[in-house]
Nanobody, 123 residues
Framework: QVQFVESGGGLVQPGESLRLSCTASTDEFNIYHMAWYRQAPGKQRELVAGITSGTYTKYAESVKGRFTISRDNAKNTLYLQMTSLQLGDTAVYYC?????????????????WGQGTQVTVSS
């Protein structure tokens, strides 16, 4: 089972930027579709952005134009560049992987998660 270590979170002010990283423990990182999710207090985990093993990407409407998902297969690492951060982006951010991209769109299908990384946007 693939394990993930998320990092890069922190406390920022509205309008600032952060880059999150997710390192996966697999020698086959390049064949997995990957995604970022977030869970705010009292809310369900939601998809933020996904990327196929190729170059297709998908974003939640709330982050389109502000967040960019990318991957470095040589480093087994997934990234999320977040700009123009808003108060509503405050959450714990997680990553996950699957060989079926459509399954990534359903975070409730996953039973195993990393520890996540906290992003707090506050003035």
């Amino acid at each position: 089972q693939v394990q993930f270590v998320e990092s890069g979170g922190g406390l920022v002010q509205p309008g600032e930027s952060l880059r999150l990283s997710c390192t996966a423990s697999t020698d086959e990182f390049n064949i997995y579709h990957m995604a970022w999710y977030r869970q705010a207090p009292g809310k369900q985990r939601e998809l933020v952005a996904g990327i196929t093993s190729g170059t297709y990407t998908k974003y939640a409407e709330s982050v389109k134009g502000r967040f960019t998902i990318s991957r470095d297969n040589a480093k087994n690492t997934l990234y999320l560049q977040m700009t123009s951060l808003q108060l509503g982006d405050t959450a714990v951010y997680y990553c996950n992987a699957d060989l079926n991209f459509q399954r990534l769109l359903r975070p409730n299908d996953f039973g195993s998660w990393g520890q996540g990384t906290q992003v707090t946007v506050s003035s």
